[in-house]
């Protein structure tokens, strides 16, 4: 296997040479004419890689090779030398047609990068999109699964834009990705929602630095089943009109979008499972009646006003509102709106526990917490929303930031054994005295505990299912010794076991360091 990928790799690489080679002589002969006379096409043959010589009697060893082998060679190049190939030999003439993952940009179609100066005009656009035409008419009859696009455009090539999606349509594009080319910001690349129903076997698109366009003629997609939006700007009515046509959508992710001021994921036959709104711009409100909605996750610089009309089959759900104590809003509305959530991850400014009316969360499972920015308070105000979590099975708790002023002094409560919590994880574990307090509280108190892990370094949520280490500086060998001292043999489980380590041995990533201030270096 090894030595299949190495030959390959080396084959791959005198295919690029020889590319290289037409594409300087022919530049040469441009300015020299009759300096390299037409010779017939010479092949780097493989058997240089077995240090067999090369002579005249020996037979160019790539042209022996078969198509399918030829074929995978030449996916391995990027689209325009893939193309390039068909210049090489007759063979050849045709094999590019058979690479199934493409990928253009303006540089691609027009040799050069447009709208670098301001002396890019909408002339260049409609070049663009004539050359994307001319590209994809070689290509017909053949199937791209897979087509990437970055690209300018403007109103006046919006015809020839829609000519090339409903080509792409034939060709059985499954995956498709459209960029608009940041540089030229003097055009807008749109895409009219009516342009889904172009291409009927699309699964996945994804669409950045363009406009989102709402459309009347909308027709129903029954194929698409994952949109992503980065950096696109949204017009009204644009979403409703995606949900109402794209009728099998499973997964949204918004990022970085401006957006108007109300979204609205609402539909009786909604299949939409999974949405991720992150740091998108505008929004003031977003209403769901959505059935079949298991995933919300949600970051914005502001909060908003969340309606939860219908969401029954609601079981995740991650908030993140940046500089805010959301602690108020976490144990009082959202209680209220979806108490049968089976895993809350939310990340809050830690001040204020102690001012929460708190409801319950009757079914949450999993429950993950990430305090930053934290004053000097006593954790123990936290077991009050353990107690309305009577079913929580696991509880990640991080600080991810330094601690800061006066100590809040709180009363000493009643220990509450808690039945179902199995494992305690706590990120960002300096060893002070409300740390080592809570720590402890939650040892007398979760009679079922398996596993308590204390961790020097904080876990950061990063996005759908990606978590990674924020590194800092490791406890003093002194410090590690008091906590494992003061922990170890105080679980009131049998079962439980301890670890205090600087970071896990897991495969996530580790991010980095922290810019460390005074407070963040006590107790280290």
Not at 383 to 406: A, D, K
């Amino acid at each position: 296997m090894i030595y299949a990928h190495v030959v390959l790799s080396l084959a791959t690489i005198a295919v690029f040479a020889i590319l290289i080679k037409i594409r300087l002589r022919s530049r040469i002969n441009y300015y020299f004419p009759g300096l390299f006379p037409c010779k017939k096409p010479v092949f780097l043959p493989i058997a240089v890689l077995n240090h067999v010589p090369c002579t005249e009697k020996n037979e160019d060893l790539i042209s022996q090779l078969s198509d399918d082998i030829l074929i995978l060679i030449i996916s391995r190049l990027s689209t325009r030398d893939a193309t390039r190939t068909s210049l090489l030999a007759r063979r050849w003439r045709n094999l590019y047609r058979y690479v199934t993952e493409i990928e253009l940009s303006c540089y691609d179609l027009l040799e050069r990068a447009p709208g670098i100066s301001r002396s890019f005009r909408p002339k260049s656009s409609d070049s663009v999109m004539n050359a994307l035409d001319s590209f994809l008419r070689l290509r017909s009859g053949s199937k791209i699964p897979s087509f990437r696009l970055t690209a300018c455009s403007n109103k006046s090539a919006t015809d020839r834009f829609e000519q090339c999606i409903s080509i792409l349509g034939r060709m059985d594009v499954e995956s498709f990705f459209l960029e608009g080319c940041r540089h030229s910001y003097l055009l807008d690349l749109s895409f009219s929602c009516h342009l889904f129903s172009k291409m009927p076997l699309l699964k996945k698109i994804e669409l950045s630095n363009c406009y989102l366009q709402s459309s009347l003629r909308s027709q129903c997609n029954n194929s698409i089943q994952n949109l992503v939006l980065m950096d696109v700007s949204v017009s009204p009515g644009a979403i409703e009109s995606v949900l109402s046509n794209c009728l099998k959508l499973h997964s949204l992710m918004m990022t970085g979008c401006a957006c108007p001021s109300k979204l609205s994921f609402c539909g009786p036959h909604l299949e939409l499972k999974s949405l991720y709104i992150m740091e998108c711009e505008g929004v003031k409100e977003i209403e769901f009646y959505a059935s079949n909605l298991v995933i919300f996750e949600f970051t914005n610089p502001v909060q908003v006003d969340f309606i939860f009309d219908h969401v029954p089959q609601l079981q995740s759900t991650y908030i993140y509102i940046f500089e805010k104590n959301i602690f108020p809003y976490v144990c009082g509305k959202l209680a209220v709106d979806l108490p049968d959530l089976k895993s809350l991850n939310f990340a809050t400014r830690g001040d204020n526990f102690q001012e929460s009316r708190i409801n319950m969360f009757g079914n949450l499972r999993r429950l993950y917490i990430n305090v930053y920015s934290l004053p000097k308070i006593h954790l123990l105000w936290l077991t009050s929303f353990l107690h309305s979590c009577p079913l929580l099975q696991e509880f990640h708790l991080t600080m991810n930031i330094c601690v800061h002023g006066p100590l809040v002094e709180k009363e000493k409560q009643a220990v509450v054994f808690h039945s179902e919590l199995k494992k305690m994880e706590i990120g960002g574990f300096r060893g002070t005295e409300y740390e080592m307090e809570f720590a402890l509280y939650i040892l007398k108190s979760a009679i079922s505990l398996e596993i308590m892990n204390i961790n020097r370094c904080p876990k950061v949520y990063s996005g759908p299912d990606n978590w990674r280490w924020e590194y800092v500086h490791s406890w003093s060998e002194n410090t590690r010794a008091r906590i494992q001292t003061e922990l170890q043999g105080q679980a009131v489980s049998k079962t439980a076991q301890l670890t205090v380590q600087h970071e896990p041995d897991d495969p996530l990533h580790s991010g980095p360091s922290c810019s460390l201030c005074d407070a963040c270096c006590v107790q280290r």
